[in-house]
């Protein structure tokens, strides 16, 4: 068998050793659950014998939970409204405002960001995320449900006619599948009758430098499980 010398030194540590993926050269009270330097310029660490992550100087591999493995955003500057009725939606399935993604697993999660600028006649306006046509249910994507009341992503309350509010958006959720899915927002009011919804601007929108024009964006990042 191969007998290496082993070298401790106050100054360089521990050398001379190498270990392998199977039998670290550095472990606990477990044999194979440690760190080897197996070739110049790597260090690969192991559990049960098997390799978990290696770092070399083209970098790092082996890592994968929580990872990002795609992103896919969109950003919206026009102004747009609807007169949206009472108690209805306004589905804004517009590929000027949507993210169009297909997971790489099932087992992984969709991470959606964005914000959302909204102007109205002074009512709260409340927004729920959507995919291709149809309100997204599962777990991190909307509230409890509460008798009748309507369960959403998030929400604000305008509360002036020349002013806009934003409402952040942020969900995750089970990628579920490996189908085509078109994330996109839909919106609500508090109205009693039919209001519009403005989206990007003010309700009130008089040409003067004291009105703006905003932006409105969805992300939509992949994460390993």
């Known amino acids: 068998s191969l007998i290496m010398a082993l070298n401790i030194n106050g100054t360089t540590g521990i050398s001379g ?8 050269v ?12 197996p070739a110049a310029d790597t260090i690969k660490f192991s559990t049960g ?12 591999t082996g890592v994968s939970g929580g990872k990002i493995l795609q992103v896919v955003s969109t950003t ?27 997971a790489s697993s099932a087992s992984n999660f969709f991470k959606i960001t964005g914000q959302i600028v909204i102007g109205s006649n002074g009512l709260a306006v409340s ?9 997204v249910t599962t777990a991190g994507a909307l509230g409890d449900a509460s008798g009748s009341t309507r369960r959403s992503l998030n929400g604000t309350d305008n509360g002036s006619t020349e002013g806009v509010a934003t409402i952040p958006v942020h969900a995750y959720i089970s990628c579920a ?9 839909a919106f609500y009011h508090n109205g009693g009758g039919t209001n519009d919804i ?8 008089a040409d003067t430098n004291k009105r703006g024009r905003y932006i409105s964006n969805i992300t939509v990042e992949e994460v390993s499980a």
């Open 17 to 24: 050793v190498e270990g392998s993926v199977s039998a670290p």
């Open 26 to 37: 550095l472990t606990g009270t477990d044999s194979n659950c440690g760190i080897s330097f």
């Open 49 to 60: 014998g098997v390799e978990r992550m290696s770092i070399t100087n083209s970098g790092v």
């Open 76 to 102: 919206k500057t026009a102004a747009v409204s609807n007169a949206t009725a009472a108690a209805s939606l306004w589905s804004y399935n517009d590929a000027s405002l949507r993210a169009t993604i297909t």
């Open 127 to 135: 927004a729920i995320l959507y995919d291709n046509g149809s309100a």
């Open 177 to 185: 599948d490996t189908n085509e899915h078109k994330f996109h927002y």
């Open 198 to 205: 403005k989206l990007n601007r003010p309700h009130s929108d």
